[in-house]
């Protein structure tokens, strides 16, 4: 049962441009959210999180919005750079059982194209 | 200076053998943890340590057995390798076991014949 999920398995956009990654969530228990960015022959990097009391979180060109109604969040990538392709996931924990459990999406491939 | 570091990196092995990854972190954290990333591309979690203690075991066969011998290291050790177990696993560490960011070291790719 997948509590996380990334339903776009790609996505490809021009360089300049925006990217917009999205990921759906389940468990209402969870209250901490997070993007990791991950290279081939990498370990995931943290990118950026977002707490539920929070709608929304910028860092750069990063930007995380969290709809907790919908039980959906995107990170927005603005403007879009060549080096920023590469497997995006996003990943949730809570209260409970999932205290310190990191539960991934399965990741969207982003591709900028120069 | 790598801040979570795996050794090794690749891991090829024949069926029943026992093998060992480790795992050490110089970031000072408390909390480390093991993943294992299937074929599928599927990042899930295995265990976690606080403080040597361990704090988090998922539906994991006992043939995986961690061992913390200090806040820095994490150990996994694999009993009678399966082709099943073959995945990418990765090791990673937090400041606490709540709310913070994990960071995880290369990844550990094994390959069972």
């Known amino acids: 049962d997948q509590q996380v999920k990334q339903n776009s398995p790609s996505l490809s956009v021009q360089e300049g441009r925006i990217s917009i990654l999205n990921c759906d969530y389940t468990n209402s228990m969870f209250d901490y959210f997070l993007w990791y960015k991950k290279y081939p022959a990498e370990g995931p990097t943290f990118l950026i999180s977002i707490s539920s009391i929070k709608d929304k979180n910028e860092d750069g060109r990063f930007t995380v919005f969290l709809n907790k109604s919908a039980k959906h969040l995107s990170l927005h990538i603005v403007p879009s750079q060549p080096g920023d392709s590469a497997v995006y996931f996003c990943?949730?924990?809570?209260?409970?059982?999932?205290?310190?459990?990191?539960?991934f999406g399965q990741g969207t491939t982003l591709q900028v194209k120069p | 200076d790598t801040a979570v570091s795996q050794t090794p990196k690749y891991l090829v092995t024949q069926m029943g053998n026992d093998k060992s990854i480790k795992c050490e972190q110089n970031?000072?954290?408390?909390?480390m943890y093991w993943y294992k990333q299937d074929s599928k591309k599927f990042l899930k979690i295995m265990f976690s340590?606080?403080?040597?203690?361990?704090?988090i075991n998922e539906t994991v066969p006992n043939r995986f057995s961690p061992k913390s011998p200090d806040k820095a290291h994490l150990n996994l050790h694999i009993n009678s390798l399966e082709l099943g177990d073959s995945a990418v696993y990765f090791c990673a560490s937090s400041q606490d076991p709540g709310k913070s960011e994990q960071f995880f070291g290369p990844g550990t790719r094994l390959t069972v014949l």
């Open positions: 340590y606080n403080n040597k203690e361990l704090i």
């Open positions: 990943a949730a924990s809570g209260k409970g059982g999932n205290t310190g459990k990191l539960i």
């Open positions: 970031l000072g954290h408390d909390t």
